[in-house]
């Protein structure tokens, strides 16, 4: 009998230490995995034959990854768009939008064999939006629509893949996002009505043929009957929407710092320069790319379009090399926001953050306009994340949306500052990051959850806060300076 006790506490503390063995490989492996200073491995690139048909879906993991990056139509889903209290009225939206998918911005191998049609020039949604957008085009009312970009084609190649140019299934994105959007601020919370007049809606665009294209292809599905009699396309002034505020020495000094920076990180792990080495061969006949998520980008090429990875003389690129790629540029997203980075998004941002601050300022004293649209670009939505402060690890995929939503508390009576019933909140491609923003201070509205999972905070932040942030004193503190050009000439 003693020697059964002894047994079964022998026996307990054996089964503790294997736990305890478990839980510490466990919390090894997480460690090594979100340390910042041990980004992902990348893995080296095998001989062997051309890729077989659907090695993607076959490496379910790694594919589901690169699919979130290819950011297809039917990923483009509402979340937490438009889910207030009925207290709270909407008053208005502003839509930054980036472009859908494109062709590489760099020739890479074998770029004629990749079809970038794909399986979205053939849909019925696609010949439907053909005929009509061709229909309409033929008519004065698009004349006066589309304005300085009247010699733009309306449509991207049906199959040909153009260095930088929209592909059928960049149109498709954006139909899709329309009728998400439209769903959400038109048919539930009743924004734009019926009879809605000119000033309601203001549209912007960045003067490249991918961003025409695709907004084109947005408020095709957002307005109602697709009336743009009352619309009309107006130029951006660069990626940054940057109005009277552009040109400015000190963000390119800071750009410069920033990008010696990321030169210090890659140099810091050679693992991926020597990856970015080795494929280059295969994927570029000529110059060299060194720089890894120029080589990511061009490998999406293949990735988002099905096509098969590039090989040469029996050597290929696989689906590990460019989830190496992608891992790194995650890893190097994750890093701490530094001053120059910080700094250079600052002045690229104050113009269109003042633009932004005064149709909002518009719609709470004359309820217009309703909807305001910037048809922009990856580096657009990532330099306004960076200056508002928001942790952003990825490079915002196609057909990226950050939507700014106006709200006006109609429980709280209005005093003599009305504007102190007014909040707004930023919504990213579907997830509430209010609360993420050091300047607001946000409250909690709702708690979302399906069934007993939180599925994240709706929050609010008073307009009040973005409009102090936007105080040259406070905005331009950093440079020791009180305006843009004080600041950009220090």
């Not at 466990?26 to 001989?47: I, M, N, Q």
Request: hydrophobic share 35%.
């Amino acid at each position: 009998m003693r020697w059964q006790k002894k047994f079964k506490v022998l026996r307990c503390y054996i089964l503790i230490l294997g736990w305890l063995g478990i839980i510490l490989l466990f919390l090894s492996y997480w460690r090594v995995e979100t340390d910042p200073s041990h980004p992902p491995a990348p893995l080296k690139v095998s001989g062997g034959g051309a890729p077989p048909p659907g090695l993607l879906q076959q490496e379910k993991p790694r594919a589901k990854k690169l699919r979130h990056l290819c950011n297809p139509p039917d990923r483009i889903q509402r979340n937490q768009e438009g889910v207030l209290p009925s207290q709270y009225q909407l008053s208005g939206v502003v839509i930054l939008l980036r472009h859908g998918d494109r062709g590489p911005l760099i020739h890479v191998r074998n770029l004629s064999n990749i079809n970038c049609g794909h399986h979205s020039y053939g849909t019925p949604t696609y010949k439907k939006y053909v005929g009509d957008i061709l229909n309409v085009s033929r008519t004065n009312t698009y004349v006066n629509f589309v304005g300085p970009f009247v010699r733009f084609p309306l449509l991207p190649p049906p199959s040909h893949c153009g260095l930088g140019h929209l592909t059928p299934q960049g149109v498709l994105q954006h139909l899709q996002l329309g009728r998400v959007l439209r769903q959400v601020y038109l048919s539930e919370l009743n924004l734009l009505s019926n009879h809605w007049e000119e000033e309601d809606i203001l549209v912007y665009c960045t003067k490249f043929r991918r961003t025409f294209q695709s907004v084109l292809a947005f408020l095709y599905s957002f307005l109602p009957d697709f009336n743009i009699s009352k619309v009309r396309l107006q130029e951006g002034k660069g990626i940054s929407f940057c109005g009277e505020d552009c040109h400015c020495e000190q963000s390119d000094y800071f750009d410069q710092r920033y990008e010696q920076e990321r030169r210090d990180y890659r140099r810091s792990h050679p693992g991926i320069v020597d990856l970015v080495h080795r494929v280059n061969p295969l994927v570029r006949d000529g110059e060299e790319i060194s720089n890894p998520i120029t080589m990511r980008d061009a490998l999406l090429s293949y990735v988002c379009h099905g096509a098969s990875l590039p090989c040469v003389d029996g050597r290929c690129v696989k689906v590990e090399d460019v989830t190496g790629l992608v891992s790194y540029e995650e890893w190097e997203g994750r890093q701490k926001r530094t001053s120059s980075q910080r700094k250079a998004a600052k002045l690229k941002m104050y113009g269109l953050l003042k633009s932004i601050t005064g149709v909002v300022n518009s719609m709470m004293e004359d309820s217009h306009p309703r909807v305001v649209v910037y048809s922009g670009h990856d580096r657009t939505l990532k330099y306004l994340l960076d200056t508002l402060g928001i942790p952003n690890y990825q490079l915002p995929h196609y057909a990226s949306r950050l939507v700014l939503e106006l709200y006006q508390n109609t429980s709280t009576t209005p005093g003599p500052d009305y504007h102190a019933t007014y909040f707004f909140r930023m919504v990213y491609n579907g997830k509430d990051i209010t609360k993420f923003i050091p300047f607001c201070d946000s409250i909690t509205i709702r708690q979302l959850k399906s069934g007993s999972v939180k599925r994240g905070a709706i929050s609010l932040c008073s307009v009040s806060k973005l409009v102090n942030f936007l105080r040259p004193d406070v905005y331009f503190k950093e440079f020791n300076a009180a305006s843009f050009r004080d600041a950009c000439h220090k």
